[in-house]
Nanobody, 127 residues
Framework: QVQLVESGGGLVQAGGSLRLSCTFT????????LGWFRQVIGEDREFVAA????????YYADPVKGRFTVSRDNANNMLYLQMSSLQPEDTAVYYC????????????????????WGQGTQVTVSS
């Protein structure tokens, strides 16, 4: 019904930049809060950033504040994560997610607030 597909991952050097994209397939894109999460093998999935339905409100996890920018293009059903000043600790599989939920940090930062997930894209930052 609703499908998400991430792209744009790859290998970059520390200090470099990378832009992730997420393509949304469905009929109600404008109704969804969209989020980015990341996961390292053996660890829990971690909140990275989220953006409200209108795109006017964004949320960021502390480790990425000032370095990552989340945006959405409602006209084209696209979600983006612009990453700069990348560090080795940013290495992870990054997932986009969509959910019909209230846009508060406490809610959007929880994996349980999202009903649809992409397959993930690998980001590797070398030193």
């Amino acid at each position: 019904q609703v499908q998400l597909v991430e792209s744009g991952g790859g290998l970059v050097q520390a200090g470099g930049s990378l832009r992730l994209s997420c393509t949304f397939t469905g009929r109600t894109f404008d109704l969804y809060t969209l989020g980015w999460f990341r996961q390292v093998i053996g660890e829990d999935r971690e909140f990275v950033a989220a953006i409200a339905r209108s795109g006017g409100t964004t949320y960021y996890a502390d480790p990425v504040k000032g370095r990552f920018t989340v945006s959405r293009d409602n006209a084209n059903n696209m979600l983006y994560l612009q990453m700069s000043s990348l560090q080795p600790e940013d290495t992870a599989v990054y997932y986009c997610a969509a959910g019909i939920t209230a846009t508060t940090l406490a809610i959007v930062s929880k994996t349980t607030s999202y009903e649809s997930w992409g397959q993930g894209t690998q980001v590797t930052v070398s030193s």
